[in-house]
């Protein structure tokens, strides 16, 4: 998979998935542009980093830009709302989120 569209790929997805800390704690994995755009328009707020992460997943989709790029400043967006997972999933315990928390 390149993370650009390909015939038989609906979406473009991550060569990498990025995990963010949603809810009380838990880790989600989001594995393509569909998954981050829809996380990120969910988001409450307004923030220029979620402006940006919103403008890149729908350049994604519309294949103005490859799913690494978003990926990429939607990792920013992420990082800088401190919900990004820093640790491997397997060190996660639910509920708990440890301090400046993301797999890159």
Known sequence: MTGRKEE???FPT????????????F???????VDAYQFVID???NSPEQKAAIRA???ALAGEIDAETARGIFVQFARRK??????????CVAGFRPSGAAIL
């Open 14 to 25: 991550f060569r990498k998935p990025v995990r963010v800390w949603v809810g009380l704690g």
């Open 8 to 10: 038989n790929d609906a």
């Open 43 to 45: 988001w409450c707020g």
């Open 82 to 91: 401190d919900i990004l997972v820093e640790q491997s999933p397997r060190n």
């Open 57 to 59: 997943c729908k350049a």
């Open 27 to 33: 880790p989600r994995q989001l594995n393509s542009v």
